[in-house]
Nanobody, 116 residues
Framework: QVHLEESGGGLVQAGGSLRLSCAASVSVYVINAMSWYRRAPGKQRELVATISSSGNSNYVDSVKGRFTISRDNAKSTVYLQMNSLKAEDTAVYYC??????????WGQGTQVTVSS
């Protein structure tokens, strides 16, 4: 069983920054990609950013230039640095890990609220 521990959510004013962290309970060597998803009230879950085992990253258009995903392999941890936050970024953010055996795991979610 893989456990993903998320932290870093909270309340911030528009234009502010937050950094989310997600620590995996397994070695980085069994993890392919790690991603952040979000679900805003009344909306479907959305893929925000992904980082591969080689460090390649992809972002949804709405966060490009504002969010940065990174990973610390020594700590099996992925981060999401969120700058210039907007009210529309308000959502529950979920960490996801895809393992080398193609199984997926999810974190419990962390609330991000951006006040305008």
């Amino acid at each position: 069983q893989v456990h993903l521990e998320e932290s870093g959510g909270g309340l911030v004013q528009a234009g502010g920054s937050l950094r989310l962290s997600c620590a995996a309970s397994v070695s980085v060597y069994v993890i392919n990609a790690m991603s952040w998803y979000r679900r805003a009230p009344g909306k479907q879950r959305e893929l925000v950013a992904t980082i591969s085992s080689s460090g390649n990253s992809n972002y949804v258009d709405s966060v490009k230039g504002r969010f940065t995903i990174s990973r610390d392999n020594a700590k099996s941890t992925v981060y999401l640095q969120m700058n210039s936050l907007k009210a529309e970024d308000t959502a529950v953010y979920y960490c996801n890990a895809e393992l080398t055996n193609r199984s997926w795991y999810w974190g419990q979610g962390t609330q991000v609220t951006v006040s305008s």
